[in-house]
């Protein structure tokens, strides 16, 4: 059986490791500012990816550094089209200067998780990508109201699961302030990453099984451990037969 994933990592977000990180993954998400970030820390963090053959990706956020993009703020649609229109067309001028063409959007934080089950927040960030880069890859869970948003506008997903984060029974993620959001060994993050692109399910934090298409692996770059989690997932998933590769591209 060839099985072959992207693994993606959240970047430029000042946690410090962005290169060793970058030499781990297959495609970059790239604070765009508005969590964290600034366009010297995004051009940078471009740079590094194109020497790395790195896919590069914009990372859009709600206008909350403070919390870093993880509180939930109630927008209308029209306001998330502004916030997503800015920061994705702030990235891809930037990306372009470099000679760089981006390859997908995938929202930050609490704009992710609200996309992921609003309808109307959904919408208003597909429209955003369509109305600037219509060809960019949204990356999406699944099952979610930015997934069909995507396919409602023609747009190309990627689905998207996560490495280092236990799931409830209804596919969302466990929550950060529970003690069990967490998965810290990376073998076992290997070995459930090899059964859901094997099988096409992964199991809940309550025994149950949910149904999953991995086309994209998340793991985060803001955690403790984050180099060495990744450096031995990859390593793991190389010893299974797992090619990582950007969307689209082979290994």
Not at 124 to 135: C, E, Q, S, T
Not at 146 to 163: C, K, P, Q, S
């Amino acid at each position: 059986m060839s099985l072959s994933v992207d693994l993606n990592a959240d970047l430029g977000e000042g946690a410090g490791h962005d290169d060793e990180l970058l030499a781990l993954v297959s495609s970059a998400n790239i604070a765009c500012g508005f969590h964290a970030g600034n366009p010297a820390m995004m051009r940078k963090s471009i740079l590094t990816a194109r020497e790395r053959g790195v896919g590069v990706g914009a990372h859009p956020s709600f206008d909350d550094r403070e919390n870093f993009g993880r509180r939930e703020l109630l927008l209308p649609s029209d306001e998330i089209f502004a916030l997503v229109v800015y920061q994705v067309g702030a990235f891809q001028a930037i990306a372009h200067s470099l000679g760089m063409e981006p390859q997908h959007v995938k929202p930050h934080g609490a704009l992710y998780n609200m996309a992921a089950r609003d309808e109307e927040i959904a919408d208003g960030v597909v429209r955003a990508i369509r109305a600037v880069a219509p060809k960019l890859i949204v990356f999406a869970p699944g099952v979610s109201a930015l997934a069909r948003a995507a396919e409602a506008n023609d747009v190309a997903i990627a689905r998207e699961v996560f490495a280092d984060r236990n799931y409830m029974p209804d596919g969302s993620l466990v929550p950060r302030e529970r003690p069990d959001a967490l998965l810290h060994d990376a073998v076992e993050a290997a070995n459930r990453v090899f059964g859901m692109l094997r099988d096409n399910k992964v199991r809940a934090v309550d025994g149950s099984e949910i149904a999953v298409e991995p086309d994209t692996i998340c793991i985060h770059g803001d955690t403790p451990g984050a180099v060495q989690f990744a450096r031995e997932l990859r390593l793991a998933l190389h010893q299974m037969g797992v090619v990582v590769a950007a969307p689209g591209k082979s290994e």
